[in-house]
């Protein structure tokens, strides 16, 4: 069974530093893996997603990279803003339906 | 256009009530999915709809969970009995064809309370 782990749970930074939100996960047969944002008393907002064969993908200030033999995928945020505080979510995709396993989320603070 | 929507947007009930809730997937999306967000739980799969059939209800916590789309386009989660352990948010999502290719658009989530 798949299983997805965000550390820390939270985490508060200031303004203009750049970031990295790491997730791991335990089976490595996923067709891809994805990072989504989530404000609060929101839906999920899709910020990048990385197929199996990628390494990486880029929006922005994000880039997103992916590491399928180590399990490990990380969220890099450039420059930060105010306006990135939220809670990011990273999941993979290990089924044909394309169903999603979360992580439990990384609540991001960015102090001006 | 119109993204996911969902209602009602806040649901209180009784335990031991029946509760619907409804999804309006985008339109044109053939694949459909339920997820659960509960408080320390994260979110967990419920369900999958391509079209009007379910293939995958793996994901649905017990009998008294049950879901149903119609016309390829609305579904409804509907859970009997409620119990405590059943106060969520119950978050609906599509995409177009249900590929692995594909991102899943999320709706802003039905918050469930029972009392």
């Known amino acids: 069974k798949q299983e997805v782990t965000q550390i820390p749970a939270a985490l508060s930074v200031p303004e203009g530093e750049n970031l990295v939100l790491n997730c791991s996960f335990t089976?490595?047969?996923?067709?891809?893996l994805q990072w989504f944002r989530q404000d609060p008393g929101k839906g999920l907002t899709s910020l990048l997603l990385?197929?199996?064969?990628?390494r990486e993908q880029t929006s922005g200030r994000l880039n997103a990279s992916l590491d399928k033999s180590s399990g490990r995928s990380t969220l890099y945020i450039a420059a930060s803003q105010p306006g990135d505080s939220a809670t990011y979510l990273c999941?993979?995709?290990?089924?044909?339906?394309?169903?999603?396993?979360f992580g439990k989320g990384i609540t991001l603070s960015v102090r001006p | 256009g119109a993204g996911v929507s969902q209602s009602p947007s806040n649901k209180v009930t009784e335990k031991g009530k029946d509760v619907e809730l409804r999804c309006d997937p985008i339109?044109?999306?053939?694949?459909l999915y339920w997820y659960r967000q509960s408080l320390g739980q994260g979110l967990e799969f419920l369900i999958y709809?391509?079209?009007?059939?379910?293939?995958?209800k793996s994901g649905l916590p017990s009998d008294r969970f049950s879901a149903e789309r119609t016309g390829g386009s609305v579904s409804t989660l509907t859970i009997q009995r409620t119990q405590q352990e059943d106060s969520a948010v119950y978050l609906c999502?599509?995409?177009?064809?249900?590929?692995?290719?594909?991102?899943?658009?999320f709706g802003p989530g039905t918050r469930l309370l029972v009392l």
């Open positions: 999502a599509s995409s177009q064809y249900g590929t692995v290719q594909e991102t899943q658009y």
């Open positions: 089976d490595s047969a996923i067709y891809n």
């Open positions: 990385i197929q199996s064969s990628q």
């Open positions: 999941a993979a995709c290990t089924g044909a339906n394309s169903k999603l396993t």
């Open positions: 339109s044109g999306h053939t694949a």
């Open positions: 709809f391509q079209g009007n059939s379910a293939p995958d």
